[in-house]
């Protein structure tokens, strides 16, 4: 990033009044907009001369996003890193993509549950404790 700001410094200084003063990081010879067209096809052509699959630029911001979501990455995050308006808009997205992330999840939260009580429950049945009692019935141990 240091050497790309120094060829554009020298590059602004060079043209002098005709650097279009854009403010972008990313810029054309004389500072202004870079087309998408030209950085899709320029991909494109970075793509083929290093023989990767076919691959669409925008390809690379959906595994960008998957790869985040896969490490355990928070959907607010990767909702504001993509720019999103709403959360809706990333799950729906990206959620299904990765059932293998999803299985995990379930796995981890099968864990949590116990496959059977440690101790019999002695004592008045769940439903004979009165209202708003029953779900102490549920624990060997006194609230």
């Not at 494109?44 to 790869?67: K, W, Y």
């Amino acid at each position: 990033m240091k050497e790309h700001r120094a060829r554009q410094a020298a590059d602004r200084e060079k043209l002098g009044a005709g650097w279009a003063n854009t403010g972008r990081v990313f810029t054309q010879e004389e500072g202004s907009w870079l087309r998408p067209s030209h950085v899709t096809d320029r991909f494109t052509e970075l793509a083929e001369e290093i023989a990767l699959p076919p691959v669409r630029l925008h390809d690379l911001r959906h595994a960008a996003a998957m790869l985040m979501y896969a490490g355990g990455g928070d959907l607010h995050y990767i909702k504001s890193t993509l720019g999103h308006s709403g959360i809706q808009i990333t799950s729906d997205t990206y959620l299904n993509l990765l059932p293998q992330v999803d299985k995990a999840v379930a796995e981890a939260a099968a864990k949590l549950v116990p496959l059977q009580r440690s101790k019999k429950i002695v004592g008045t049945p769940t439903h004979a404790r009165g209202p708003g009692r029953g779900i102490r019935g549920l624990c060997s141990k006194p609230w």
